[in-house]
């Protein structure tokens, strides 16, 4: 998990220092806070009408009777932006990859996924530096990973992989813009 750590803050430094004279926005999705994941956004304007994002999630919380659903994800994300950046309609294509342990039923899963999909979002200007986005995605993801009861038993670990396809990204961001 350090590792991942400065690596994140190496790539946000190295972008930031490289995009000088573009404009950088930093996000959090208050969705993912409404479900207690701490994450964040980095978006980077790529020109006039496309920008670039990274945006991150981790969750290491374990609730009330050692129910959890530990996971990291990263979605990247190319914008095409109808009229200006950071301002109005935009369409996307994103990507998503996620390591997962826990769950909330008498199973435990522990795996990952991949995939991707296609966004559509709107971004409304609230300040020179304040914006809000809302944003819904439709995609792909490839899950494999193991399941199990939630007692100590590796013999009774079952290898399972599933497609699915539906949504596979909901965000109403807050963006600080530099």
């Not at 750590?5 to 999705?29: E, H, P, R």
Request: with cysteine; aromatic share 16%; net charge positive.
């Amino acid at each position: 998990m350090k590792k991942l750590i400065v690596c994140l803050t190496a790539a946000i430094g190295m972008t930031l220092s490289a995009a000088q004279a573009q404009d950088v926005a930093i996000k959090t999705n208050a969705l993912y806070w409404l479900a207690t994941t701490p994450n964040v956004g980095l978006e980077v304007a790529m020109g006039n009408q496309w920008t670039l994002e990274l945006a991150g999630a981790y969750n290491p919380w374990t609730f009330k009777d050692n129910k959890r659903m530990r996971f990291w994800l990263a979605q990247p994300e190319a914008k095409y932006w109808l009229c200006e950046k950071f301002e109005g309609h935009f369409l996307g294509l994103h990507l998503h990859g996620a390591q997962f342990y826990g769950g909330f039923t008498d199973k435990l899963y522990d795996g990952y996924l991949a995939g991707g999909g296609l966004t559509y979002g709107y971004d409304w200007i609230l300040s020179p530096h304040w914006n809000i986005e809302a944003a819904i995605g439709v995609g792909y993801a490839h899950l494999w990973y193991k399941e199990s009861p939630r007692i100590d038993c590796i013999k009774c670990r079952t290898d399972k992989q599933k497609n699915y396809i539906g949504p596979t990204k909901a965000a109403v961001s807050i963006i600080y813009l530099f």
